[in-house]
């Protein structure tokens, strides 16, 4: 597959990536935004590789849109320290080329884009699936054993009868440990590790 030359396209793809991910995060599904972010962040990292990159930049950038999109989602406290997600994804923007750098433009863009998108998206979907009427199926996971499918740290993705959903847990759980629903808000689970679990034995 041929080299995407301009570095504006490129920069795009990996924020699309990333904001896939993130959005897979909010709306929990088939396993389909999850696939489709590692995927197209993968190929934008791939098609970095062949140009003259700042790795440390890379990795601020990426830190910085996960930490703004995700903190929020973990905790509405954090939603002010996420700001700061917004400084690191514009510091790495700009150092992540030596030659041909992105475009300044592209960048302040992208970061409005990120801010509108965090806002009148995310949060509001959020809040929406928060709101949800918890019905007598939804009881039923109250108790239910799971798997973890990607680890718990806090926030990660569980497999619960059958279904994949967005949890997350006060304590750490790795990929293929056993957990239990807690708690339901809306699209998010929250579970605790079965080996947490003494004494208790709930029932799937």
């Not at 030659?99 to 990120?114: D, E, Q, Y």
């Not at 997350?168 to 808000?185: H, L, M, T, Y």
């Amino acid at each position: 597959m041929p080299l995407i030359i301009d570095p504006n396209i490129i920069y795009l793809v990996l924020l699309l990536g990333l904001w896939l991910g993130v959005t897979a995060a909010y709306t929990p599904g088939t396993g389909a935004l999850e696939a489709a972010s590692i995927g197209v962040t993968l190929f934008s990292i791939w098609q970095l590789s062949l140009l003259p990159v700042n790795w440390w930049a890379l990795i601020v950038l990426i830190l910085g849109v996960v930490g703004f999109l995700v903190m929020p989602f973990i905790n509405r406290r954090l939603l002010l320290l996420a700001t700061v997600g917004l400084v690191l994804q514009a510091v790495g923007s700009f150092f992540l080329l030596d030659k041909n750098p992105v475009s300044p433009l592209v960048i302040g863009v992208t970061i409005l884009v990120a801010l509108i998108y965090h806002q009148f998206a995310l949060r509001p979907a959020l809040e929406r699936a928060r709101a949800l009427p918890v019905s007598d199926e939804d009881e039923g996971l109250l108790g239910a054993r799971g798997r973890v499918l990607t680890p718990l740290t806090p926030l990660g993705t569980v497999h619960v009868r059958g279904e994949s959903w967005t949890a997350r847990s006060e304590r750490p759980a790795d990929k293929g440990d056993d957990v239990i629903v807690v708690e339901r808000a809306g699209l998010i689970l929250t579970v605790e590790p079965v080996k947490y679990k003494r004494g208790r034995h709930p029932h799937a």
